[in-house]
């Protein structure tokens, strides 16, 4: 044991006296925390709109009043030409353009209907289609205002729309778990991978096999500090988007930790399997970032929801842990549920890490034949 | 002296249908210096992996500090000690600090290490890097640190595999002096190397080719046999692959 815990001792060593390895531990989480909070925000605010009204009346200044206080626009331009819209766009600032008909006011009063054109700046379709929504969302209340008291004895159905769990559908709550979840999966596969790897490179594996260490404490010393920075990672992650974005943990803070300790686990004995496979460093960093970066952001429902994906894509995200992850984390965090919601998707990532480990202990006997 | 610290008998050592020892014989005495040779690819390292329990022998016996390389692999471990030509020592490491793991993990107690590395840097005249990490000494410097480390646990046998490739003549010689020293006070050292000259500096070697031991004698005895001035010629004579001589050598007698 003593021998065991000299050589724990000594990764840790390695790990505090290497910046780059901390700043990858600790910096770019924290930076990517902030910057899928921040910048990669799907909530609309302040988005440049242009208005080309070609009525000019009580009626279209009401409106447009209402649209650039709502907080979600702000005008960046007043058209007075078709002509013009092109060029507005080409700017770059607009991202929708509201057009009111000649003589909208008029028509409205008296036909009980006018047209609005809303053109939005299609080569930014998510952007597009957020503020069309939240312009059409806006005009659909500005005409029950207008209609209520000419139209009061007609049926109307007004539903109202709630959302549970996040009633403001903030993109934080979405982005948080995920980032979680694409962090650890990173830094734990990344970081043993590269630092077994590094022992081989530098011969300093055949001195350790050699000694009279096992095998199986050789692994477990490199992976033990990881594990636990990787915990104190989540703790700090959880504290920043608590701190900065005002994200709760809804259910059991406790299940989360027992959670997040599996799921890096897991992590981990897969970082030892890519390890045994890859010959040095290079490809140790390039199995991990490209194997598991680009199909963690892409196809575990981290950003694109699984069910829109096409059949193929949803089988191929089957094999991914992060899939199930995503799913406990959202469930505890957003949802509060307990474990009786998420005991499967608990349960295949237990037996995908001893499968990663059973995998990796023989990857590793074969080697040193 | 003429106490066996490794036999090996009839050992045979297969990767599927290649064969990488083909009936290894020899014994190693304590206390004596053993220089294993060979061209690259004949043998040896798998060799020595077998003598330092790494892996296991397909058949024949192997004894290594009288231990059985079967099934006391772990009492092996304990009783050797090991430096690979790739550099051995943690660069991001102090002196002191490579010390203190290496003395760990061989389960020496703390003030015995405390002591051990007072006497290292005192003989090595090392004392000004004690808290230096290992990336700013000197190659010569690290190579001897490193043998040091690996005998620090004081081992039966020590195995250097190629410890003096890329380091300076001078750095050369101060190192032999050092495996001298060791082997004087009873260590076994087993070394493998590509320089002939050090081969003279061993109390015997043997030459191996293509998976045999093609020759195993004191030095000056080999030089004699094959009529040759200098280990050199004799290695030139015997150890390289049958296939590339152009005509086929005199049989060995």
Redesign the interface.
């Known amino acids: 044991m003593?021998?065991f815990?000299?050589?724990v001792?000594?990764e840790f060593?390695?790990i505090f006296?290497?910046y780059r390895t901390l700043f990858i531990l600790f910096g770019i989480p924290a930076a990517q925390i902030l910057i899928f909070g921040y910048a990669v925000s799907m909530d609309i605010k302040n988005a440049g709109i242009a208005i080309l009204d070609l009525s000019h009346d009580e009626i279209t200044q009401k409106l447009t009043d209402k649209i650039i206080s709502s907080g979600f626009f702000k005008r960046t331009e007043n058209l007075l030409h078709y002509n013009d819209i092109d060029r507005v766009f080409k700017k770059g600032k607009t991202k929708a353009v509201i057009i009111f008909e000649a003589d909208f006011g008029k028509k409205l009063v008296r036909e009980g209907k006018a047209s609005l054109s809303i053109i939005a700046d299609g080569s930014e379709p998510n952007t597009a289609t957020l503020v069309t929504n939240y312009t059409m969302a806006i005009v659909n209340d500005f005409t029950m205002e207008l209609a209520v008291p000419a139209l009061n004895n007609s049926i109307r159905i007004q539903p109202e729309v709630k959302m549970f769990y996040n009633p403001n559908l903030k993109s934080h709550f979405m982005f948080v778990p995920g980032v979680i979840t694409l962090i650890l999966i990173l830094i734990c596969a990344l970081m043993t991978s590269v630092t077994i790897t590094r022992e081989k490179e530098?011969?300093?594996m055949?001195?350790?096999?050699?000694?009279?260490?096992?095998p199986i404490q050789i692994i477990l010393g490199k992976v033990i500090p990881y594990f636990i920075l990787s915990f104190i990672n989540v703790l700090l992650i959880l504290a920043l988007s608590w701190l900065v974005f005002g994200l709760p943990v809804k259910g059991s803070i406790i299940l989360l930790l027992a959670e997040c300790m599996l799921y890096i686990l897991m992590s981990l004995t897969l970082g030892i399997l890519i390890s045994t496979v890859s010959k040095n460093m290079q490809q140790a960093i390039f199995i991990s970032l490209l194997g598991l970066m680009l199909p963690t952001i892409l196809l575990s429902g981290f950003i694109f929801p699984i069910e829109n994906m096409p059949k193929v894509y949803d089988y191929v995200s089957m094999i991914l842990p992060p899939r199930y992850f995503i799913v406990i984390i959202k469930n505890i965090m957003i949802k509060g549920t307990g474990l009786m919601y998420i005991w499967k998707e608990t349960l295949i990532l237990i037996v995908m890490t001893l499968f990663f480990i059973g995998l990796s202990v023989r990857k590793f006997k074969i080697r040193?034949? | 002296m003429e106490t066996h610290v490794i036999t090996v008998k009839n050992l045979v050592k297969k990767f599927g249908s290649f064969v990488a020892n083909d009936n290894l014989n020899f014994e190693v005495f304590g206390g004596e210096i053993f220089g294993f040779l060979g061209a690259n690819g004949a043998g040896k390292t798998t060799t020595i992996r077998i003598l330092s329990g790494l892996s296991k022998p397909t058949s024949g016996e192997v004894k290594v500090a009288g231990f059985d390389a079967y099934r006391q692999t772990e009492q092996i471990k304990k009783n050797i000690g090991y430096m690979c030509q790739k550099f051995s020592l943690y660069e991001d490491l102090t002196v002191k600090e490579n010390i203190i793991l290496y003395g760990g993990i061989y389960g020496l107690t703390k003030s015995l290490i405390k002591e051990r590395i007072a006497e290292l840097l005192a003989k090595l005249r090392f004392q000004e890097y004690e808290n230096r990490i290992i990336a700013d000494l000197p190659l010569g410097l690290r190579q001897k640190l490193a043998f040091s480390v690996a005998v620090l646990h004081e081992p039966k046998i020590v195995f250097l595999d190629e410890p003096t490739g890329g380091v300076d003549p001078i750095t050369r010689r101060q190192f032999w002096e050092m495996i001298y020293e060791t082997a004087a006070r009873g260590i076994t050292v087993f070394v493998t190397t590509h320089y002939m000259d050090e081969a003279e500096y061993c109390d015997r070697i043997s030459i191996m080719s293509e998976g045999k031991i093609v020759a195993l004698d004191t030095p000056e005895n080999l030089k004699k046999q094959y009529n040759a001035a200098t280990i050199e010629e004799v290695f030139i004579k015997i150890a390289r692959p049958v296939s590339l001589h152009p005509h086929p050598p005199a049989p060995f007698s």
């Open positions: 003593k021998r815990l000299g050589f001792k000594k060593l390695h006296r290497d530098f011969g300093t055949e001195v350790l096999l050699v000694s009279p260490l096992r040193l034949e």
